[in-house]
C-alpha cells in the first residue's frame, strides 16, 4: 500500500487499531440474510446455490446486485439491505478492484449496524487483508480456492456446499441452530 | 573547487537564500571564497541562483537547512573531520575571517550587517521538516493512510470523531500543537474514564488537533482534563450517566481574551474557535483514550448538542463584579477553568422586573423549574447572567454575595407541597420532610456566572447533573491553568 498520510493514534492503544466489526447474531432465525452479488460473472452461480442452502435451513434471504464490481455498491442498494436485512454475505470477488469494493461495502454496512462476511478467492486475501487495514475495520472474510472463472457450474456450486457453514458463522453466534429441511441440503 | 556533494563536507559550508539582501550583499565574498579555497559547498533556500556565477546546491527542500540547524542567513560553517568546528552568522568581517582563516575578506563591504531568518526556521516550517527529516520524538502508534484514502474519512472510519470532521493528526501539527505547553510529551495527565485509561500530554495534543484547537489552546485543554480527572468532578459516572449532563467549561482570568474567547455575544453558541474547540478537544479525549462512546459506555438517553463542545468565557469587564473563579477560592486575575456538570441551556426571560428583588424572584421561579419543579438538592444548577440582568442588580448594590442570598431565599417552599404525591404529581421529595421548608439547591450548589451581549434581556440556566444530588461526591471544579 502506498502511503498518502501517516497520522497518530489518539486512542489509548488499548484495543486494536482496527474498528471492531459488529457482533454476529445470536440466531438466524426470523431474519434475513442479503447475499449481494458484487455484480462479476460466475458470483451469482455460487450466490444461486447458497441461497438455496440458507432457504433450506428456514434462513429468509434477500438478492441484491451490484450493477459493477468495479465499484462500492450503490446507495440505494446498501439503504435497502439496511432496511430490509439484518446480516449481509457479498460474493464473490476474485480480483482485485471488487475486492477492494466489497470491502468498503462490508465496511459500509457494518457500520450501520449490518453484521457480514465478505466471500473472496485465496488469491486475494492478502488484498483484503491491506483494504481492511487501511480502511481500520476489522472485517470478516471467507476464503474460497482461486480461480474461479474457469470452474464449472458443479464446481461452483460444491464451493458454496463447502463454504456454507463457515459463512454462517461469520455472521451468527449460533449457525448449526437452524434446522435442515428434509429432502434439502 | 566546488563539491558537487550534497552534504556538507570538510571544508566550508555556506547556507544563503536570494530574497535576503545580506546574502546578495555577499555574493563577492563568496566567489572570493571559492576562488581562494579548495572546498566550499553553497546551499540556496530559496533560488540556486543565489550566487550569481557558482554552481549553488538547491536546498528548496531545506533538508540540509533543517540537519545543519541553521537558524539565519547567511551562515557559514567550518568542518573538518567530518565534524561541525565553527560557524558564524549573519555579515561580520572578523568572524567571517575566523571562520575562514582568510584575511581580507569583503573589502569595500560594511564591516557588519545582520542576515534574515532561515526559511527553515519560518512558522509552522520546522515542525514539518523535523516530521519529515528528523525524530519527531512521539510515541503514538502510527497510522498510515492509503494513497487513495481521505485522511478526514480515515478519522470517521477508525471511529475516532464526535461526527464531525476532525483535522488529521499528522506529525508537523501535533508537534506544533506541544509547541503550546513546556510540558513533556510522555507525562502522564491522569487515567481518562470509563475505560481509566492513561493519558500523556502527547495524546491531550492529538485530540486537541483533531478538535481544531491552535496550541496556545493547549494549556486550557489540560487544564480541562486535570479538572475532569478531578475525582469529585465524578468525570466517570458524568460520561457513562443516562442523564444528559456533560462537562460545561467556564474561563477566567487573562488568558480567556489573550486566546480570543467569547465572553460577549452568542458566548454560549457557535462562532468562535477557541469556545468551540476547547470544549470539543476535552470530549475527544473522554471519547478516543477513555474510550467513552455514545452508545456504548457513553449512555446518555438523550444527550444534547452540549455534549459536542460547551465552553465559554466569564465576562470580567466590571471590576465590581466577583469572578466565578475567584468566588471558589482563587485570586483575581489567575488563569483558572471551572468545570461544571450540566445540561444544555434553559432560556430565562424577563423583560418585565425593575427592580432587583423583582427579578431575583422572577429568577427563582425559572430556577425552581431545574431537574424537576419538585425535586429539591438533587442537582446544582448554574445561572449565567446577562449585562442587562446583571445591571439591574448592580444598580440596587447587590454583588454576587447578595444576589445568590436572594436567589435561595426566594426558592424556599414549604415541604408540604413537594413530597411524593404532592399536587398530583408522583415525582418529589421525600414524604419525611412535608414539615420542613425547603431550600431547592444546596448553598453551595448555584453557579452565576456573567457573560452575554449587552442588548437582551435574557438569561439563562443550565440545570446540573443529578449526581450533584450526592453532595459530597460529585461537585464543580475550578483549577489553575498552568501555562
Redesign the interface.
Known sequence: ???????????????S?L?PRQSPLPTLEGKCVALLDIGKMRGDEFIDRLEILLNARGIATGRYKKPTNTRVAPTEIIHDIILNCHAVVIALSDCGSCTSCSTHDL?TLDGRGIPGVNVITEEFADAFEVQRC????DGAAVVVPHPIQHRTRTELESFADQFCQEILARICSRPSAGRVRAGQT | MLLSSRTPADGLTVFVKKECPTCRLIQPVIRDLAKRTNSIIVFAQDDVSAVEGLAVIDDTSLEQSFRQDIEAVPTIIRFANGREVDRTFGWNRDEWQRVTGLADLGRGLPHMQPGCGSKSREPGVFEHLVARYGDPGLASRKIEIGEWDDPIEAGFERGWSDGLPLVPPTDERILRMLGGTARKPDEIVGRVPPNLAPCTVEKVAINAVMAGCKPEYLPVVLAALEAALEPIATMHGLLCTTCSGSPILILNGPIARAIGMNSGINALGQGNRANATIGRALQLIIRNVGGGRPGELSRSTLGGPHKYTFCFAEDESDAEWTPLSVARGLTRGTNAITLFQGDGIQAFIDQRSRSAPELARSLAMSLLAVGHPKLCEFTNAMLVLSPEHYGIFRDAGWDRVRIEVELHKAMVRPGKDLIQGAQGVGEGISPSRADELVNKFWPEGLLIVRAGGKAGLFSAICGGWTGGRFRDQSQPVTKEIRL
Open positions: 500500500m502506498s502511503v498518502s498520510a501517516q497520522l497518530r493514534d489518539p486512542t489509548a492503544e488499548i484495543a487499531e474498528r465496511f487501511a480502511i481500520g475495520f
